[in-house]
């Protein structure tokens, strides 16, 4: 029996990408690791057949159409960071992408993108996506004709979708809440909630597990309003002076969203009489700096670049019937300070 790539790339311990790569010379492999893998290739009697890997990729390159939220949104430049990465180990193996990008959440602009991807030639998607039954409807239209659809940061749970790509949204809202119990116990807390949309899942299911938390423990707390920034600067702003102007007795302010936080921030330094307790989420560039210069108190990660790497590998392993049916894929929740970005 011929030894294969799956087969080098089980013995030694790395991906089929990477021992493809290594054997044709390409330098996004360290040299050690290249000489490791050519050497267990020559000692398990591999046989490359160049001519015709290269013409069976040609004949079944996978095309995944890709449809996410991205224009005026630096969250998803990471996301984009991590599909590069992908497709930089996977490419060579018969994948590729078109990404449409939008702003904003339009689902007809969405769907519209979804039916374009299609009549170009793809064969398997990626969706972010807010919760609609157009949506919903659109995913299991590309189901029922045998396109695999993975949902990338957001889940539309009870669709047919593939599986899922993100973060633990209930988990992140709880974590918050941890956060702020600790640092303020005892002391009743006034809170302001900025979300991008009410009707974005994750944001929703966010602050179901703050609130659930401060709830189980025992907090002092009420939720003075909860304000939709639109996942815009401007917009952000405008709502978070006019909630800070009828409610000056908010003390903690929970984020949960990662878009708008550069109008977040305006607001707070606009109104920095009154000292309250912020917290974000998403390590974006905006509020790196926001954390760095003592405007928001802590920030809750989700790996973006994970999110990206993943949603294409899964697909990858799928379309090529590399291992079972693809399960979730939920990155850890992280908190960071200052100090991690002194």
């Known amino acids: 029996m011929s030894v294969t790539l799956k087969d080098l790339a089980k013995a030694s311990g790395v991906s089929i990408g990477t ?45 995944v159409g890709i449809v996410i939220p991205s224009i005026n949104s630096p969250f998803f430049d990471d996301i984009k960071k991590g599909i590069d990465m992908a497709l930089k180990e996977f490419k060579d193996l018969g994948i590729d992408v078109v990404i449409k990008e939008q702003e904003g959440w339009n689902v007809d602009t969405q769907i519209r993108a979804l039916e374009e991807l299609e009549n170009s030639g793809c064969k398997a998607f990626v ?17 029922d004709k045998g396109y695999p659809v993975v949902l990338l940061n957001n889940d539309l749970p009870g669709t047919k979708r593939l599986c899922f790509v993100g973060p ?13 119990d ?55 702003q405008q709502v978070t002076m006019k909630a800070f102007m009828k409610h000056p007795e908010v003390n903690v302010v929970y984020m949960a969203t990662g878009s708008g936080v550069s109008g977040l921030g305006a607001a707070i330094i606009a109104d920095s009489e009154h000292k309250r307790f912020i917290l974000a989420c998403d390590e974006i560039y905006t509020t790196k700096e926001l954390v760095k210069n003592d405007i928001i108190d802590f920030v809750i990660c989700q790996s973006p670049v994970v999110q990206g790497y993943q949603v294409i590998k899964k697909l990858h392993d799928y379309l090529n019937k590399i291992g079972n049916l693809p399960e979730d894929y939920i990155v850890d929740t992280v908190i960071k300070v200052k100090s991690h970005f002194d």
């Open 182 to 236: 600790k640092c303020h116990p005892g002391i009743p807390l006034k809170i302001l909630v900025v979300v991008g949309y009410k009707s974005h899942l994750g944001h929703k299911t966010r602050l179901d597990g703050f609130i659930s938390e401060l709830k189980s423990r025992r907090q002092d707390y009420e939720i003075v309003d909860v304000i939709e920034g639109n996942d815009q600067d401007i917009i952000t």
């Open 19 to 63: 021992v493809s790569r290594a054997l044709n010379d390409k330098n996004e492999v360290s040299a050690k690791t290249s000489e490791r893998i050519r050497q267990l290739a020559q000692e398990l009697g591999y046989i490359p057949n160049r001519a015709g890997r290269a013409l069976s990729s040609q004949k079944s390159i996978n095309y």
């Open 127 to 143: 969706l972010c996506s807010v919760d609609s039954e157009e949506i919903r409807a659109k995913i299991a239209e590309l189901s």
């Open 168 to 180: 633990d949204y209930l988990k992140s809202g709880k974590v918050a809440a941890a956060m702020v």
